[in-house]
């Protein structure tokens, strides 16, 4: 089969969903978005992958283009380019056509809107939707879709990758006593929430625990300066296994994060988690209490509260919280991904 993914940003997990997908199918042609700068992946695919830089196409030209590959699947992303929604509407009645979204169901005005208009715009472009967990589903409902055209596990960590570094907490005899952040510098992402609640407890403290970033955006040049703070700027998947080697507790007190791969990754690497309530991935990679805390979005007294607490943890509760997390990040990888992709051909 030939399959067809109209994208945004690539990100080094999903290439590693396509090279998994590649071993399964045909060709696989991928039209996407330029490069994030505060994102600047290197990808290496395999020869039966594709890609198209998004930018070179007028919506003609990429409808052209579609025709040209002839595609078995189309996959989505979301309603964000008009142009791939063209494509898409020229494709439904002949293909399977999958919307791929990871939005929660909040309830506000504009996706109250978007219910109202999604079946003279999204029901008229796309035969099913694919969302990453429970949180999406229930917007995918409110916009006409019903349950058998609903289908979760959109998004997977590189899991063999991560899954690799877990024996750096879970078998090791001295816990690291470091948090660490993996994200964007961007005011969404609660870093001034983190750096205020980390820096409290270590000037309160005497004890050996550190904080370090990982990532960059915006507000790197307004990153946190502490003596037990270190960041280190924007690293490769591969750059950032290694790191993680030497860390302890994930952290990520995001204001707003409708899923978060990060979380997955951290998992299968056997991490403790502490995570905003608004993070999506919690759902299905934290079990509150059993490998790490949820605290309230926004809060900073209670993120400072769940720190504490971790630090506070012996290093044979945190070894017992880190394999937890390793089973719960292994339960899905990109081989299962894969699979859930090319069932769309048979339903």
């Known amino acids: ?3 067809l993914f109209l994208y945004t940003e690539l990100s080094g997990y999903f ?12 060709s696989i042609h991928i039209v996407r978005w330029q490069i994030n700068a505060e994102a600047p992946f290197q990808f290496d695919f395999p020869e039966n992958v594709t890609l ?19 595609p078995n699947i189309i996959f989505s992303s979301g309603w964000i380019d008009r142009g791939y929604l063209k494509v898409c509407k020229h494709f439904k009645s002949k293909i399977p056509t999958i919307m791929c979204m990871d939005n929660q169901w909040f309830g506000s005005l504009k996706q109250r809107i978007w219910c109202i208009a999604s079946p003279f715009i999204l029901k008229k472009v796309y035969n099913y939707a694919w969302v990453p967990g429970t949180p999406q589903k229930e917007y995918a409902f409110q916009l006409g879709f019903s349950p058998k055209y609903v289908e979760d596990g959109y998004l997977s960590a590189d899991v063999p990758l991560f899954a690799s570094e877990s024996k ?14 993996v994200g964007r510098y961007i005011p969404v992402k609660g870093l001034d929430l983190l750096f205020e609640a980390f820096t409290e407890l270590a000037d309160e403290l005497n004890n050996d625990w550190e904080l370090w970033c990982a990532g960059t955006g915006e507000q790197f040049n307004l990153r946190k300066i502490h003596p037990k703070i270190k960041h280190f700027g924007f690293l490769q998947p591969t750059e950032l296994s290694e790191q993680l080697r030497h860390a302890g507790v994930f952290v990520l007190p995001s204001r707003f994060e409708p899923w978060g791969v990060v979380v997955h990754e951290m998992a299968a690497a056997g ?12 759902s299905q990679f934290l079990e509150n209490g ?16 769940k720190m504490l607490k971790i630090m506070q943890t012996d290093d044979a509760t945190l070894r017992k919280m880190a394999n937890h997390s ?3 990040g292994i339960s899905y990888t990109p081989k299962d991904w894969a699979e859930k992709a090319m069932n769309f051909a048979n339903i």
């Open 290 to 305: 059993k490998n790490g805390y949820i605290f309230k979005n926004g809060d900073k007294n209670e993120l400072k509260e």
């Open 52 to 70: 198209y830089e998004r930018n070179d196409y007028t919506t003609t030209q990429l409808i052209d283009l579609s025709k040209s590959i002839n």
């Open 15 to 26: 290439a590693s969903c396509i090279k998994e997908l590649a071993t399964r199918t045909g």
């Open 168 to 181: 750096y907490r879970t078998e090791i005899e001295t816990f690291p006593h470091r948090f660490i952040y």
């Open 271 to 282: 991490f403790p988690m502490l995570c905003s309530s608004a993070v999506g991935a919690v």
């Open 326 to 328: 390793h089973q719960l």
């Open 1 to 3: 089969m030939d399959l």
